[in-house]
């Protein structure tokens, strides 16, 4: 067996243009741009690179976009300034705040300066609270993006037992929990494991749908996978290459070429889990947006 390549890069170009006519329609009908503000603090390469994608993305879909770079020895008291002004800020619908800040920072006093309407990243306590009961709006956009590529690609989790290896705020519990709701794309028997997982090959290969967030390469080995099994690799790791430029080439938590073999249907890295997680904050801004103009109209 040779497993299909589950493209989200091509899919998330698809949601891209859903939004884009979300955009086009809010401007036209309410003359509202919706607006989207990131806070970096530091220089973190990989974080730049990424909130850079962001900015990128939100420009090719019309919205209104904005990074403030704070520099590194940032106080936790001025990165609550930074985001108490873009909680006033009526421009921005949604504000992200890069994870992870310094380690002076004190990170979850910044989630929670938040303002939950505007937080599209799902993480501040009030949005997990609404995700546990089964009714969130905004849905953490690593574990959302999963869900709309299994969904997608014609793999309802729903009846499905599902693996979840990793249990990080930003992807293994909102995936659990995701997954668990009884509603659309859900419906799953949900498995998490972690560092503490005692046999954990024994239960991944028990997964129908497998999903690694572990943040070690290549870990996931094909004889912890079963015959068919669909397998969403999250990791982004970068092992030492001589052959490429950079000295370096990017792979994910899971065997590649080892696992394709055996599974029905797996995510490429790059190229695969990544650029959905920008589709689909790109998805929360949208909604956000429409949600402050309802409570506007109501």
Known sequence: MTAKILDGKALAEEIRGEVATGVAEMKQNHGVPPGLAAVLVGDDPASAIYVRNKRRACDEVGM????????????????????????????????????????????????????????????????????????????????????????????????????????????????????????????????????HTKNMAEITRQADILIAAIGRPNVITADMVKEGAVVIDVGINRVDDASRRRGYRLVGDVDFAAVSEKAAAITPVPGGVGPMTIAMLLVNTLTATRLTIHEKDS
């Open 64 to 195: 209104v976009s904005d990074t403030i770079v704070l520099p590194a020895d940032t106080t936790t008291e001025q990165v609550l300034k930074t985001v108490q002004q873009l909680n006033d800020d009526p421009r921005f619908h949604g504000i992200l705040v890069q994870l992870p800040l310094p380690d002076q920072v004190d990170e979850l006093a910044i989630i929670e300066s938040i303002n939950p309407d505007k937080d599209v990243d799902g993480l501040h306590p009030f949005n997990v609270g609404k995700l546990v009961q089964g009714r969130a709006d905004f849905i953490p956009g690593t574990p959302f993006g999963i869900q709309q590529i299994l969904m997608r690609n014609g793999h309802d989790p729903a009846g499905a037992n599902v693996v979840v290896c990793g249990r990080s705020d930003i992807v293994g519990k909102p995936m659990a929990l995701l997954l668990m709701q009884r509603a659309e794309g859900a419906n799953a028997t949900v498995t998490v494991c972690h560092t």
